[in-house]
């Protein structure tokens, strides 16, 4: 059943009258008929305006503001305009396809006659004349439909010139009249010019081939309320670019009343295309720039919205559903949110700058209580009395966005309006909004961003990605982890726990064994020490006293078999498959072992163990606790842990930066904030000259290089089997990186990890012993007390010193490799606070270069004073 | 013994080694009575020509949006499974250019992929360094993407080619970053053997290519970034059966020849050479020389089914296709009408040889069928 008949059934006696001629199926009666009502029908809607009180004043106040735009019915207009408007878009459209044709039957021409080569020739050929034939009938359909307006446009001039201009207005939009009466009241001096179908019909008959009734099933146009039958709508609406739309209606704004149905198909679409067509047009009918809310039809707190200000409603955790053109209030430090003049509607997501400051009589209240300014309706009050909340004497009420409320003016909060389980239900029954669970039970704070969902199609695209490189040791996987503690509400699924832990127990196991390991071989040392002296002994003295073959490096037959057991393993490789299985099984034989002085005096001596990695240490420290199969490793842990991140192959972690309330209030607005980041670590392995896979990493944003500076006094092998310094290691791996061609435009930061190491390997190992940095010579003046200067540049530390040395040296490098500008961060891995600011550091610099071009040469200096203060 | 003095022995030794390798080519060389050129040529070989309209595209498969890394088609029905860097795979009728399946892997980095013999599920691998089975009847998820039925994981480096061996859903072939190559039984997701690595006589760099022998399953070749081509045995994972040189850079693609008993080898160096496994003998090399200085690698190689043509594809966007007999370029797909605008990154032949697909850097996949009248001269 259309609108139309439904709003017919209002009229009492229309009903009656309007009964008959249809089972008499006389089309001419109906029009005639009607001709007659427009007289009767403004007659009769006078006394029908004593129930209603709007009636009266809506035909009163529009003739200046909607004739004028409404009456496109009236003869005049309608010819000109319709001609205007069918010629300029039908025309391009079909000369458009046209030419398009053209050229699809040239491929198809080609494709038939290359296709036959295939196999399934046959198969091909028929898809070929298919594709014609299609084109051949949309083309005649095109070249048809251009006439066939005009003629329609003609017929309609006919009908109209027969009938009064009112008629029209009333039988095609009475519904759109009465459904604005209600929705868009407001709105009514809203500068979007509402379009007219352009041809019509008799009522509820399509309105292309006119065939049909108001019970034929029909697809509605979004913007001018053209209705068409299912043999019709795919000739009148096209391919749908911008969903259901007449082909002339594209690019106008849709008819807000029909907003609600954006998205939403209908049987009759599904029955004519396949599923992914209708889900290409539905996505496109929803996304389409045209269809979008125009911010200026909304009006917060009598402020007109503006484009970002939309955007941050619609965008923000908790948005106002179904947001209709029309003049609402904001209470911001609630989030209570409703029409103008009325009771609360929901509760949205509160500090969102939008719109101006709430008016007292935003809600049309006259309770002369008052919450965060606003004077409460009479259901309000009602609420709060059986919420419990005191209202004697008209208080003024300050309420958060959890529900706590206190009297203007007092610090301490009173209570919590939502706190009872009642309260909602009264809620319910009062039809009053209640904080929605996401925002208010979890207790989180609406600002952050990790959490909230961001509509897809503002997902997509803008997720800028940082490739993390370095050499193995350089700390990449520690500032991998950090970041994924950092910036992930979950940084480790269970899985990824437990896996973790048992990395860190077997981890902790070959820590153990190299510890045992250097045991036997101190234990050899002193014994062939001991054996020399006593045969030296014996050759002079001539007594031979019992070899005492205790040691401070012998250990109990128990813990010497369990020793070997374990470097036997070791040796075979098969320590990770027997490991953290038998983990319950040792765990007490480790303590033993542990506690044993043997090991204690071995694990003093752990520097001269060069298999013994330094975070070893840590671990065997805590190897007790560490092997205890209810152990749960902790966020350090994990960051000191070898091996986590999947040592071959890539890793990736995708986040985005929180925003901190300080920012927030600056500007929420800000794109950035939106912004996706996706840190992808790659291990240095096989990253050489001749990559062949770096290429996939073209569209990274910029390359994070990380070099581990206490790494200036350690050797490792090369691929050429010399024992190389590891900076120099790092500085070669640094030039293929950067002259990669892959990388030829990138922006580099350079990570300068471990600096905590640094500084206190620094003052005891001179900066000079790596050859590159043999021209290091700070200048300290040692006669100025440290505490004595609050500013680094008064009296730089030697590590601050060396560390600016060495990122200089790293720039100049740099801009004589690229002749570009290197940025650097000093980091300490371990220390979530500064892989945050480097990362963030990261974050901007990806926004200056998107700025760049607005700011002026000494702007931009300015803003990089940090990094360039160390380029001389 | 000291260090010093094994250091003069092991440098002793790599000359002598490749002094050997020396006189093996001389000896190579001296035993080349004739090439196959000359020979094919005297017996009265016409050169293979092609009309400019003789081979032309006749689908563009559009869909991905990141490069094209890796196709292949199925042994029986038209499809194809291509791998792309928007972390897709897809499977395509290559008839209709339908989509017939898009899964998204939870790796984007994706480098090779493979349809399984009965074309009941495809194979992925990546920098993940893991291979991952798709089966393609298994349901989706809710999300609406297909799960992974098996992830072939022990791989230390980069996955960078997989191959089914063929007439078997269940045995697997890759080739990887840490220098080996590995067999995997699919149905247990273990690996039965792995061919290099620790063991002599592997390659001694990043596998890029691998390829089994149609005729005789149990054999396969491996291209490797140490610029040799290796033939195994899978039932002897301890050694290569011989290993090819001849390249001057990484080789990059690597083919067995129809019929068993050759493969072909497309490399950094320019170069697209033919082997014989019998001889060991470096049968052609196939090269053309460019204006400018710059020697464009080449991507991907693939033969027809007689063997008589080779299709080549470099990074410039050039496909050539050569006469394997006479080494000369036939065609160059990339100066035809609607050719690829980047680099052709991977092609295949269908297996029935009637149809040629190609993938890009552009993100499309062109497939290329005969479009002329044969001539029967």
């Known amino acids: ?872 | 013994m000291s260090v010093t003095d094994l250091k003069d022995r092991h440098a002793a030794a790599a000359d002598t080694v490749n002094n050997l390798r020396h006189r093996l080519k001389q000896k190579r060389l001296s035993l080349l009575d004739t090439d196959i050129c000359e020979y094919a040529k005297s017996q009265g070989r016409a050169p293979v020509t092609f009309g400019p309209t003789d081979l032309v595209c006749c689908r563009t498969l559009q869909g991905h949006t990141g490069k094209v890394y890796s196709l292949d088609w199925t042994s029986e029905k038209s499809q194809i499974v291509s791998a792309s860097q928007d972390g897709r795979l897809i499977v395509w009728n290559a008839l209709t250019r339908q989509k017939i399946h898009a899964i998204k892997l939870p790796c984007a980095w994706v480098m090779t992929c493979a349809f399984s013999p009965t074309g009941q599920s495809v194979a992925c691998g990546g920098l993940d360094s893991v291979c991952s089975i798709f089966n393609l009847n298994s349901p989706t998820d809710k999300d609406g993407n297909l799960p992974v039925s098996r992830m072939l994981s022990g791989h230390k480096g980069y996955v960078s080619s997989c191959q089914y061996v063929p007439d078997e859903d269940t045995h697997l072939i890759t080739g990887s970053g840490d220098q080996t190559c590995v067999l995997w039984d699919i149905t247990t997701g273990l690996k039965t053997s792995v061919f290099g690595g620790e063991f002599q006589s592997g390659h001694t760099a990043d596998v890029l290519s691998i390829s089994i022998n149609g005729s005789n399953s149990r054999m396969f070749v491996s291209g490797s970034c140490d610029a040799t081509a290796r033939l195994w045995d899978t039932r002897v994972a301890s050694r290569a059966v011989r290993t090819f040189h001849g390249h001057e850079g990484d080789v990059n693609a690597i083919k067995f020849f129809p019929d068993g008993n050759r493969f072909g080898t497309g490399s950094d160096d320019g170069t697209c050479r033919l082997f014989d496994i019998r001889t060991g003998h470096e049968l052609q090399v196939y090269y053309r020389q460019h204006s400018d200085n710059d020697i464009p690698p080449v991507t991907s190689i693939a033969f027809s089914v007689s063997g008589r043509l080779l299709f080549a594809g470099y990074t410039n966007g050039d496909c050539y296709v050569w006469d394997t007999l006479l080494a000369k370029v036939v065609l160059d797909l990339g100066s035809l009408q609607d050719s690829h605008e980047d680099r052709i990154s991977c092609l295949g032949l269908s297996a029935d040889g009637s149809a040629l697909c190609t993938g890009s850097w552009d993100t499309n996949l062109k497939i290329w069928a005969f479009g002329g009248h044969r001539r029967t001269t």
Not at chain 1, 149 to 167: F, G, N, Q, W, Y
Not at chain 1, 307 to 335: F, H, I, M
Not at chain 1, 557 to 579: C, E, H, N, Q, Y
Request: charged share 25%; with cysteine.
């Open chain 1, 1 to 872: 059943m259309s609108p139309a008949a439904h709003d017919a059934a209002q009229y009492s006696f229309a009903v009656e009258y309007d009964g008959p001629p249809l089972s008499f199926d006389l089309p001419r009666a109906v029009p005639i008929s009607v001709d007659n009502i427009p007289v009767a029908a403004v007659v009769s809607q006078v006394p029908l305006s004593d129930a209603l009180a709007l009636p009266v004043v809506q035909p009163l106040l529009p003739p200046q503001l909607h004739h004028p735009l409404r009456t496109l019915g009236s003869e005049p207009r309608v010819s000109k305009l319709a001609s205007e408007t069918t010629v300029s878009p039908t025309s391009v459209i079909a000369f458009d396809h046209r030419a398009s044709q053209s050229n699809v039957g040239e491929l198809s021409g080609e494709l038939s006659s290359s296709g036959a080569v295939l196999d399934d020739g046959k198969e091909s050929v028929d898809f070929n004349e298919l594709n014609q034939q299609d084109c051949a009938s949309t083309e005649s359909v095109l070249s048809l439909e251009y006439p066939s307006t005009r003629v329609s446009s003609l017929k309609a001039e006919d009908i109209d010139a027969k009938r009064p201009p009112v008629v029209t207005f009333d039988v095609d939009s009475d519904d759109d009249a009465l459904n604005e009466e209600f929705d868009v009241e407001d709105t009514a001096s809203r500068p979007v010019i509402k379009r007219a179908p352009l041809t019509k019909g008799k009522k509820g008959s399509c309105y292309r081939c006119f065939k049909g009734n108001r019970f034929t099933e029909k697809e509605v146009c979004l913007v001018c309320d053209a209705k068409y039958c299912g043999n019709c709508v795919l000739r009148a609406m096209g391919s749908m670019p911008e969903g259901r739309k007449c082909v002339t209606c594209i690019g106008f704004p849709i008819d807000e009343c029909k907003r609600g149905s954006l998205g939403k198909c209908s049987r009759m679409l599904k029955r004519l295309l396949n599923e992914l067509e209708v889900g290409q047009i539905m996505k496109a009918e929803r996304f389409c720039d045209a269809n979008q809310l125009p911010p200026e039809c909304v009006c917060v707190n009598g402020q007109l919205l503006s484009y970002e200000e939309l955007v941050t409603l619609q965008n923000c955790a908790n948005p106002p559903k179904k947001l209709k053109p029309g003049n609402y209030w904001y209470d911001r430090a609630s989030g209570l949110w409703g029409k103008e003049g009325q009771k609360p509607s929901k509760i949205i997501s509160p500090h969102l700058n939008v719109g101006g400051p709430i008016q007292p009589d935003a809600s049309n209240g006259n309770t002369q209580v008052f919450i965060n300014g606003r004077e409460i309706t009479k259901v309000e009050l009602r609420m709060l009395q059986l919420a419990g909340v005191p209202c004697a004497g008209n208080p003024h009420f300050w309420v958060n966005e959890d529900g706590s409320y206190r009297e203007e003016g007092q610090r301490n909060t009173r209570g919590y309006i939502w706190g009872k389980a009642g309260t909602k239900l009264v809620c319910a029954f009062l039809s009053l909004p209640v904080p929605s669970k996401s925002s208010n039970s979890l207790g989180e704070q609406p600002s952050s961003l990790a959490s909230r969902t961001i509509p897809d199609y503002l997902e997509h695209g803008i997720v800028q990605k940082l490739l993390l490189v370095g050499c193995s040791g350089s700390g990449t996987s520690t500032i991998f982890k950090q970041a994924k503690i950092l910036y992930k509400s979950v940084p480790f699924s269970e899985d990824e726990h437990e896996n973790i832990k048992l990395t860190i127990q077997s981890n902790v196991y070959a820590y153990l064994g190299i510890l045992l390991e250097g045991r036997e071989r101190y234990e050899d040392e002193i014994l062939g020490n001991l054996r020399k002296r006593q045969s030296s002994v014996l050759d002079t003295a001539g007594t031979s006293s019992k070899l005492d073959d205790k040691t401070v490096y012998s250990i109990g037959p128990r813990l010497k078999a369990f020793s070997d057991w374990l470097l036997k393993t070791m040796v075979s490789g098969k320590l990770d498959a027997i490991f953290p299985a038998a983990t319950r099984e040792y765990a007490p034989l480790i303590e033993e072992l542990w506690n044993d002085a043997a090991i204690k005096a071995t694990y003093e001596r752990r520097s001269e163990l060069e298999m013994l990695p330094s975070v070893a240490s840590y671990f065997l420290e805590r190897a007790v606790k560490i092997l205890r199969t209810d152990y749960e490793p902790s966020d350090l842990d994990i960051l000191y842990a070898e091996g986590v991140t999947s040592s071959n192959g890539v890793a990736c972690v995708e986040f985005s930066f929180p925003q901190s309330a300080s920012e927030e209030t600056i500007d929420t607005t800000d794109r950035h904030d939106l912004v996706r980041y996706q840190l992808i670590r790659v291990h240095a392995r096989g990253l050489g000259e001749n990559c062949k896979w770096l290429e996939m990493f073209e569209d990274v944003e910029m390359v994070i290089f990380c070099v581990s500076l206490s790494d200036y006094d350690q050797f490792s092998v090369d691929g050429n089997g010399c024992l190389t310094n590891k900076m120099i290691l790092s500085r070669k791996f640094f030039e293929t990186i950067v002259t990669h061609p892959t990388f030829e435009q990138m922006d580099f930061l350079l990570i300068l990890n471990k600096f905590d190491l640094f500084e206190e390997k620094i003052e005891q190992v001179p900066l000079t012993k790596c050859e590159w940095f043999s021209d290091f010579q700070p200048i300290i003046s040692r006669n100025r007390p440290n505490s004595n200067s609050n500013s680094i540049n008064n009296n730089p530390s030697l590590g601050q010193l060396a560390s600016h040395y060495i990122a200089v040296k790293f720039k100049r490098l740099y801009s004589s490799l690229t002749g570009r500008k290197l940025f650097v961060s000093p980091v300490k891995g371990l220390e979530p606070g500064s892989v945050d600011a480097a990362l963030k550091y990261a974050k901007e610099i990806l926004k200056w270069n998107e700025e760049r071009p607005n700011f002026s040469l000494s702007e931009y200096s300015m803003y990089s004073t940090e990094a360039s203060s160390f380029s001389h």
